[in-house]
């Protein structure tokens, strides 16, 4: 007998896939920001109802701190280069602002960065939180990355690496075209390189 079968046999609800919910979930509040996606639309969006939803992720902060971990796995995932071993600073970092304007353009439906901005204006503080946790890592990734090369210049330049990343998913949600970021990440790069001793 199929699951199907059993399931309508004995009134249990279909088994869902877990981790296809945190996509989905995520996918959502890539496009409206934790504030704006219910506890109600998540379970919709999941096919599960908002009792199973709670079930199975525990809260929707929950869900959205593995939503989160999801991102950087997928669509994030050029984040990951901040440790690449031996990776060249300058190099590093421009690759990076320049994979996030391509990632935040890509889909108009999904702009910007959500670990940058799912949690804009959010009321909850505990989900600023775990934007805050996450940001505050990639800071320290790019701050270590430039302190193998140029330590001195170590906390400023993670700082405005931050900036202009901040930056970058914004004017992307504001509907900036990728030329237009690029031409901005161009002049960023500037910065970066006189900070860095690039020439």
């Given at each position: 007998?199929?699951?199907?079968?059993?399931?309508?046999?004995?009134?249990?609800?279909?088994?869902?896939?877990?981790?296809?919910?945190?996509?989905?979930?995520?996918r959502l509040f890539w496009e409206k920001g934790y504030d704006a996606v219910g506890v109600a639309?998540?379970?919709?969006?999941?096919?599960?109802?908002?009792?199973?939803?709670?079930?199975?992720?525990?809260?929707?902060?929950?869900?959205?701190?593995?939503?989160?971990?999801?991102?950087?796995?997928?669509?994030?995932?050029?984040?990951?280069?901040?440790?690449?071993?031996?990776?060249?600073?300058?190099?590093?970092?421009?690759?990076?602002?320049?994979?996030?304007?391509?990632?935040?353009?890509?889909?108009?439906?999904?702009?910007?960065?959500?670990?940058?901005?799912?949690?804009?204006?959010?009321?909850?503080?505990?989900?600023?939180?775990?934007?805050?946790?996450?940001?505050?890592?990639?800071?320290?990734?790019?701050?270590?990355?430039?302190?193998?090369?140029?330590?001195?210049?170590?906390?400023?330049?993670?700082?405005?690496?931050?900036?202009?990343?901040?930056?970058?998913?914004?004017?992307?949600?504001?509907?900036?075209?990728?030329?237009?970021?690029?031409?901005?990440?161009?002049?960023?790069?500037?910065?970066l390189r006189n900070m860095l001793g690039q020439g």
């Open positions: 007998m199929t699951d199907t079968k059993e399931a309508k046999r004995t009134g249990r609800p279909r088994a869902f896939d877990a981790e296809q919910g945190v996509a989905t979930a995520a639309e998540l379970a919709q969006s999941i096919g599960i109802n908002p009792p199973s939803l709670y079930a199975a992720f525990g809260s929707k902060r929950e869900l959205f701190q593995r939503a989160l971990g999801h991102y950087s796995a997928t669509q994030g995932q050029f984040f990951s280069w901040l440790e690449t071993p031996d990776a060249p600073a300058y190099e590093t970092l421009v690759r990076v602002l320049a994979e996030a304007a391509r990632s935040g353009t890509a889909d108009a439906a999904a702009r910007g960065c959500l670990v940058l901005d799912g949690t804009r204006n959010c009321t909850d503080p505990a989900a600023r939180a775990l934007t805050a946790a996450v940001r505050a890592e990639l800071r320290e990734k790019a701050r270590a990355l430039v302190a193998r090369e140029h330590p001195a210049m170590a906390e400023a330049a993670a700082d405005y690496f931050m900036f202009v990343l901040t930056a970058i998913s914004g004017s992307a949600i504001e509907g900036t075209p990728l030329p237009r970021l690029m031409q901005d990440i161009d002049l960023a790069s500037r910065g």
